[in-house]
């Protein structure tokens, strides 16, 4: 078991910026893929991006490539997700997950922070 803890979500406006944050105690966090997820009102939960356990290599929805990007410390248990240029339809509820198991199924889930984009 892992325990997630995001945060860093706020109010901006078009075409600004926000670093997200996703704390991970627990277990060895360089042993995890992780991922992000958002949740927009009255969606489905929502892929956005993965990273594997090193930080070798990323993955990203289509909706969100060239603007956000996934990054990991191991050092410091943390993952993060920087996202550039947002745009309205961001707007959602962000959320970490680990898959500890590693078989591309997540099963630890943050609490998830509300990101809002304002036009």
């Known amino acids: 078991q892992v325990q997630l803890v995001e945060s860093g979500g706020g109010l901006v406006q078009a075409g600004g910026s926000l670093r997200l944050s996703c704390a991970a105690s627990g277990r060895s966090f360089d042993t995890i893929p992780m991922g992000w997820f958002r949740q927009a009102p009255g969606k489905e939960r929502e892929f956005v991006g993965t990273?594997?356990?090193?930080?070798?290599?990323?993955y990203y929805a289509d909706s969100v490539k060239g603007r956000f990007t996934i990054s990991r410390d191991n050092a410091k248990n943390t993952m993060y997700l920087r996202m550039n240029s947002l745009k309205p339809e961001d707007t959602a509820v962000y959320y970490c997950?680990?898959?500890?198991?590693?078989?591309?199924?997540?099963?630890?889930w943050g609490q998830g922070t509300q990101v809002t984009v304002s036009s």
């Open positions: 997950a680990a898959d500890t198991l590693g078989l591309g199924q997540y099963d630890n």
């Open positions: 990273i594997r356990r090193n930080g070798s290599s990323t």
